[in-house]
C-alpha cells in the first residue's frame, strides 16, 4: 500500500517563501501522477498542482500560477511543492495525493492516496 507524507510546512511571513515534499514509502512514487491540494478553515478542499507520473506534464490552478513550482524526483521517491510569493490566502492544510496512471494528471482526477497533510500558515 503506498503511503504518503508531507513535510515542510511552517509559518512564514507574506511575500515567503516555503517548500513542501511529499515521500512515498510502500511503493514507487513513479508509478502515479501526484497533486497537492489545500484545505483552508472553513473552506472546501482545493486542487493547487498536479504533476504526471513522468514528470513532463503539470497543472496549476490559477491562483497558484506564476508563484508555485512542482516538481519530482523519481530516484527519491519525492515530490516537492516550491512556494514563492506567498499571501495570507494561502494559508491552509496541504496535502499530497496519489492518483493511479491510467487517470489523466489532472487536478479533478480521482486520487486514490492520501498524506495526513502539513500546516502553512502565511501571516505578518
Known amino acids: 500500500q503506498l503511503q504518503l507524507v508531507e513535510s515542510g510546512g511552517g509559518l512564514v511571513q507574506p511575500g515567503g517563501s516555503l517548500r513542501l515534499s511529499c515521500a512515498a514509502s510502500?511503493?514507487?512514487?513513479?508509478?502515479?501522477?501526484v497533486g497537492w491540494f489545500r484545505q483552508a478553515p472553513g473552506k472546501e478542499r482545493e486542487g493547487v498542482s498536479c504533476?504526471?507520473?513522468?514528470?513532463?506534464?503539470?497543472n496549476y490552478a490559477d491562483s497558484v500560477k506564476g508563484r508555485f513550482t512542482i516538481s519530482r524526483d523519481n530516484v527519491k521517491n519525492t515530490v516537492d511543492l516550491q512556494m514563492n510569493s506567498l499571501e495570507p490566502e494561502d494559508t491552509a492544510v496541504y496535502y499530497c495525493?496519489?492518483?493511479?496512471?491510467?487517470?489523466?494528471?489532472?487536478?479533478?482526477?480521482?486520487?486514490?492516496?492520501w498524506g495526513q497533510g502539513t500546516q502553512v500558515t502565511v501571516s505578518s
Open positions: 510502500g511503493y514507487a512514487l513513479n508509478y502515479y501522477h
Open positions: 495525493a496519489a492518483a493511479h496512471p491510467w487517470h489523466g494528471p489532472e487536478l479533478g482526477s480521482p486520487y486514490d492516496y
Open positions: 504533476i504526471s507520473s513522468s514528470g513532463g506534464t503539470t
